[in-house]
């Protein structure tokens, strides 16, 4: 089985492209840095795990993510490799997200200009954003 299951923050804004010909699909590739479950000498330590997300996840990603916000994501590891412009070849390990939540309250509200909701309150919905539109359900 293949199954990952990563909480982390972005360390920068999505990437965001879009395939070519009739049936475009965006591509969203961003960078978690995810916290080791052990400290090294006292001090936290963090993995830089790559993903990737794939239509309606990565139109997501474009309109809400941004560099800092907590998410959680699933999804499965995925290797690759090609030969560069050099001749070298180059092996890449990603994460394919199906899955992504927003993990922390104020991280989202903080963002957006919003105070930080209470225990038990539900952020509203983006406006535009209908429930159809969430990448998870």
């Known amino acids: 089985m293949n199954k990952v299951i990563l909480m982390g923050r972005l360390t920068r804004d999505?990437?965001?492209?879009?395939?070519q010909g009739e049936?475009?699909?965006?591509?969203?590739?961003?960078?978690?840095?995810?916290?080791?479950?052990?400290?090294?000498?006292?001090?936290?330590?963090?993995?830089?795990?790559?993903?990737?997300?794939?239509?309606?996840?990565?139109?997501?990603?474009?309109k809400y993510l941004h560099q800092g916000i907590k998410l959680l994501?699933?999804?499965?590891?995925?290797?690759r490799s090609y030969v560069n412009k050099e001749g070298q070849k180059i092996y890449t390990t990603e994460v394919?997200?199906?899955?992504?939540?927003?993990?922390?309250?104020k991280a989202v509200s903080?963002?957006?200009?919003?105070?930080?909701?209470?225990?038990?309150?539900?952020m509203d919905f983006p406006e535009g954003m209908d429930e159809g539109e969430l990448p998870f359900q």
């Open 96 to 105: 394919v997200v199906t899955e992504q939540e927003f993990a922390e309250k």
């Open 73 to 79: 994501v699933s999804g499965h590891i995925q290797t």
């Open 23 to 62: 049936a475009a699909m965006a591509v969203a590739r961003y960078t978690l840095a995810v916290d080791r479950y052990r400290k090294s000498g006292g001090e936290q330590q963090a993995d830089f795990i790559s993903c990737v997300v794939f239509r309606k996840g990565a139109e997501f990603a474009e």
């Open 14 to 19: 999505p990437d965001i492209r879009y395939t």
């Open 110 to 122: 903080s963002h957006l200009g919003r105070p930080e909701l209470a225990d038990g309150e539900f």
